[in-house]
């Protein structure tokens, strides 16, 4: 099952892994509008992105091969069966029990940690600290992958704050899969605007917390599908600026409650979740925020996503990624699509196009150096269509977003392929640059 990142979106958080650090103009990780209630659970799911997605090897005691057989009678050295003579009595356990000490059981778990330090111009510098702990839900189980219960922080110098526990569960020989965290933070950010606005940004603060759960089961052909609900609040706040002529948004000043059901429907056939080199991963996600369930406002939220890996060799993989996004109904400014929050493509300021449809489709080449050392070249196609009831109007509106770029990567963590990676990007309005911990999909 693929986490880490997508939790991000699905928690409307704001791409948190990808601390950019913009030349033009900034790509927030977390400068994204989504609501900073889901910020911390967002950091949360980098610690499952670093963590285990395969079934650790558990070093089973050596059992002494004399007690599994029947004892045999000692053998007199230099004399047979009806000599009295002294002798020395050679015991064949005596030299299996020695071996049975110096084997001992492989510990249940693993402890992670991983201080992620991060470079925003929109959110400044600062470090997320992530502690871990990997292990099998039950050791008899050795289908499930590992599951993962952790803590996760954020700490920046421009004053964003955040926390967020939860975890990961597969139980039953990858019959089910559960998660949920709770978070709770404060984020300052920007938001860019456009007509007459355009070229300026507004500075915002949000703050809030947030409840996440989501129970899978799978149902056959590796597909899972199960229930995901989501509440919390927040409270917007405009930041002392210069700028007089930028909208605010109508949520400012206001405390805001969502909470929503859903669904979710996935399917991984990927060996390896980390650094896959073959496989496909396919998700789609459904959040219905609705007043009769507590929430402010009533929108639905909708996310699909496909990628798909080949191996050309045993250094070089080609990735590809298919991402679409829509929401409907009457949501605040932060429920709707935001582009370049989730590595739809890399080289757009994130908060610079709100939507309510957005898509995009990008290609990776993948090759590992010596040294632990790696490169990528990446490029796509997106846009962004605006809602509205004239089909002509919806056109003239929308964007066509291409952009590529390339990086650098390095190995953290060979037993599981994590790479820190560096990548730089040309988008339309500009270049991106960003860090994070896994590949971008």
Same mark, same amino acid.
């Given at each position: 099952?693929?986490?880490?990142?997508?939790?991000?979106?699905?928690?409307?958080?704001a791409g948190l892994l990808e601390n950019?650090?913009?030349?033009?103009?900034?790509?927030?990780?977390?400068?994204?509008?989504?609501?900073?209630?889901?910020?911390?659970?967002?950091?949360?799911?980098?610690?499952?992105?670093?963590? !285990?997605?395969?079934?650790?090897?558990?070093?089973?005691?050596?059992?002494?091969?004399?007690?599994?057989?029947?004892?045999?009678?000692?053998?007199?050295?230099?004399?047979? $069966?009806?000599?009295?003579?002294?002798?020395?009595?050679?015991?064949?356990?005596?030299?299996?029990?020695?071996?049975?000490?110096?084997?001992?059981?492989?510990?249940?778990? =693993?402890?992670?940690?991983?201080?992620?330090?991060?470079?925003?111009?929109?959110?400044?510098?600062?470090?997320?600290?992530?502690?871990?702990?990997? %292990?099998?839900?039950?050791?008899?189980?050795?289908?499930?992958?590992?599951?993962?219960?952790?803590?996760?922080?954020?700490?920046?110098?421009?004053?964003?704050?955040? %926390?967020?526990?939860?975890?990961?569960? /597969?139980?039953?020989?990858?019959?089910?899969?559960? $998660?949920?965290?709770?978070?709770?933070?404060?984020?300052?950010?920007?938001?860019?605007?456009?007509?007459?606005?355009?070229?300026?940004?507004? &500075?915002?603060?949000? =703050?809030?917390?947030?409840f996440f759960g989501e129970v899978l089961? #799978?149902?056959?052909?590796?597909?899972?599908? !199960?229930?995901?609900?989501?509440?919390?609040?927040?409270?917007?706040?405009?930041?002392? =600026?210069?700028?007089?002529? /930028?909208?605010?948004?109508?949520?400012?000043?206001?405390?805001?409650?969502?909470?929503?059901?859903?669904?979710?429907?996935?399917?991984d056939t990927r060996p390896n979740h980390?650094?896959?080199?073959? !496989? =496909?991963?396919?998700?789609?996600?459904?959040?219905?925020?609705?007043?009769?369930?507590?929430?402010? @406002?009533?929108?639905?939220?909708?996310?699909?996503?496909?990628?798909?890996?080949?191996?050309?060799?045993?250094?070089?993989?080609?990735? @590809?990624?298919?991402?679409?996004?829509? +929401?409907?109904?009457? &949501?605040?400014?932060?429920?709707?699509?935001?582009?370049?929050?989730?590595?739809?493509?890399?080289?757009?300021?994130?908060?610079?196009?709100?939507?309510?449809?957005?898509?995009?489709?990008?290609?990776?080449?993948?090759?590992?150096?010596?040294?632990?050392?790696?490169?990528?070249?990446?490029?796509?196609?997106?846009?962004?269509?605006?809602?509205?009831?004239?089909?002509?109007?919806?056109?003239? +509106?929308?964007?066509?977003?291409?952009?590529?770029?390339?990086?650098?990567? /390095?190995?953290?963590?060979?037993?599981?392929?994590?790479?820190?990676?560096?990548?730089?990007?040309?988008? #339309?309005?500009?270049?991106? /640059?960003?860090?994070?911990?896994?590949?971008?999909?």
């Amino acid at each position: 099952m693929k986490t880490g990142e997508k939790i991000i979106w699905e928690l409307k958080a704001a791409g948190l892994l990808e601390n950019p650090k913009t030349g033009r103009r900034p790509e927030p990780l977390t400068e994204s509008v989504h609501r900073v209630l889901f910020l911390c659970v967002a950091l949360f799911s980098i610690s499952l992105s670093c963590f !285990g997605q395969e079934n650790p090897q558990f070093e089973e005691p050596l059992v002494s091969r004399a007690s599994q057989t029947t004892p045999v009678s000692p053998r007199i050295q230099g004399q047979d $069966t009806q000599s009295n003579a002294p002798a020395k009595v050679i015991t064949p356990a005596q030299p299996a029990a020695k071996t049975e000490k110096k084997k001992k059981v492989g510990g249940r778990g =693993t402890f992670v940690v991983a201080p992620l330090p991060i470079s925003s111009p929109a959110i400044g510098s600062g470090i997320v600290p992530v502690l871990g702990y990997i %292990f099998p839900f039950s050791i008899k189980d050795k289908v499930s992958p590992p599951s993962t219960i952790g803590v996760a922080g954020l700490v920046t110098n421009n004053g964003s704050r955040g %926390f967020a526990v939860g975890g990961q569960l /597969f139980l039953k020989e990858n019959t089910y899969e559960v $998660t949920s965290g709770f978070a709770r933070g404060n984020v300052d950010y920007n938001i860019y605007g456009n007509g007459i606005a355009s070229g300026l940004k507004l &500075p915002l603060q949000q =703050t809030g917390q947030a409840f996440f759960g989501e129970v899978l089961r #799978r149902v056959g052909w590796k597909f899972f599908v !199960g229930p995901r609900f989501i509440t919390g609040r927040s409270f917007v706040t405009v930041r002392p =600026t210069s700028v007089s002529n /930028f909208p605010i948004p109508p949520e400012a000043g206001l405390h805001t409650n969502l909470t929503s059901i859903g669904v979710r429907l996935t399917r991984d056939t990927r060996p390896n979740h980390f650094y896959p080199i073959g !496989g =496909t991963f396919f998700t789609f996600t459904s959040d219905f925020f609705s007043q009769a369930l507590g929430s402010k @406002y009533s929108f639905q939220s909708y996310r699909t996503e496909f990628d798909k890996y080949l191996s050309l060799s045993t250094r070089q993989v080609l990735a @590809y990624d298919a991402y679409f996004c829509a +929401t409907g109904g009457q &949501p605040p400014f932060y429920g709707n699509c935001i582009y370049g929050t989730s590595n739809e493509l890399r080289g757009y300021t994130a908060g610079r196009y709100f939507t309510r449809y957005s898509l995009a489709t990008q290609l990776e080449y993948r090759l590992v150096l010596p040294k632990r050392f790696g490169l990528v070249a990446f490029g796509g196609l997106g846009g962004t269509i605006p809602g509205g009831s004239q089909l002509l109007q919806r056109v003239q +509106t929308s964007h066509f977003l291409p952009a590529g770029g390339g990086g650098l990567r /390095f190995e953290l963590s060979k037993k599981y392929h994590v790479n820190l990676r560096a990548d730089i990007a040309e988008g #339309r309005d500009g270049h991106t /640059f960003g860090m994070g911990v896994g590949e971008a999909f």
